[in-house]
């Protein structure tokens, strides 16, 4: 039936199906969807919007927890856009990957929480879309790569959130991991901290260190960093621009590190930007250092 949920299960036994079915009891799926075997996306993808229209609404007060790599908006040869929209509490435990070919994928947390245990990859030949609203929440363990034009959207106090593995990485490629020129990449952002690091599994008692590749570019293709571009409380500029980025991203919120000074440098070679930390001292420490310097003015006047 049409506008019904459709499933197109390619899997072994009647068990793996039944328990592909409770996994998905929670969402609500309309036209196309369901399990693919597809060596590209490592095996059985949950396909959203293969061969027609598809889009899926997980309600507020629902969870939808899924072992498999997800692909949101998918060819062939249907233009027609993907929808997703999460109220609820979505565990995609593996990679989502958002559009491809040519039917983009959009994507709306709203309100609700959407925590994805892989990479994140958003625009795959076409663009694709995130939007956060009224305080959802994106949690990405491992790299979130925009490409083809692809744009990200924070509002009020919504939240996008980075992860630091324990060794202070942030995934395979980087935090945020730009690899296509294709076209411009924008995160736009309500107010700074609307962009968190999570680092619950780092911990650095230094009172400085550096995190690498905060934002990066694929080697092998090469892309800019001017491709992507930032619009942070209406301040717009590339991420190639250093003296913006400390400008108007450097109150982002690095949980754990909440004082530490914080400066982006840019590596115009590697086309990357790392993340240096440095501790405030304590405002008692302040007055010890002012309280030093007035009895070294007295040394001096006293030995003139």
């Not at 328990?19 to 075997?37: L, P, Q, R």
């Not at 593996?94 to 983009?104: E, G, L, T, W």
């Not at 030949?125 to 990405?140: S, W, Y």
Request: hydrophobic content about 35%.
């Amino acid at each position: 039936m049409k506008n019904k949920f459709v499933s197109s299960i390619l899997l072994a036994s009647a068990i793996t199906l039944a328990g592909t079915a409770i996994a998905n009891a929670e969402m609500v799926f309309t036209g196309n969807a369901g399990y693919y075997n597809d060596a590209t996306y490592g095996g059985i993808v949950f396909k959203i919007g293969y061969g027609g229209t598809g889009s899926g609404t997980l309600a507020e007060g629902k969870t939808w927890t899924i072992s498999n790599n997800v692909l949101i908006g998918c060819c062939p040869n249907n233009y027609q856009p993907t929808f997703l929209h999460i109220y609820g509490t979505a565990n995609t435990q593996k990679n989502v990957y958002v559009s491809a070919i040519s039917r983009s994928g959009h994507c709306y947390v709203d309100g609700g929480t959407w925590n994805c245990g892989g990479m994140f990859q958003l625009g795959m030949q076409t663009m694709g879309t995130v939007t956060l609203r009224n305080k959802g929440t994106l949690t990405i363990e491992d790299s979130f790569r925009l490409n083809y034009g692809s744009s990200v959207t924070v509002n009020d106090s919504s939240v996008l959130k980075l992860t630091l593995e324990s060794d202070g990485t942030f995934g395979t490629n980087g935090g945020i991991y730009v690899y296509s020129d294709a076209a411009i990449n924008t995160i736009t952002l309500a107010k700074a901290d609307n962009l968190v690091i999570e680092t619950t599994e780092y911990t650095n008692a230094a009172d400085q260190f550096v995190l690498e590749n905060f934002l990066a570019t694929d080697q092998n293709i090469k892309p800019k960093l001017s491709s992507l571009s930032f619009s942070v409380n209406g301040n717009t500029f590339t991420a190639d621009d250093e003296s913006a980025l400390n400008r108007h991203l450097s109150g982002i919120s690095v949980l754990g590190y909440e004082n530490y000074e914080k400066k982006f440098v840019v590596n115009a070679e590697t086309q990357s930007v790392a993340l240096h930390l440095s501790k405030i001292p304590e405002p008692s420490a302040f007055g010890l250092l002012a309280g030093l310097g007035a009895l070294a003015c007295v040394a001096s006047r006293r030995r003139r």
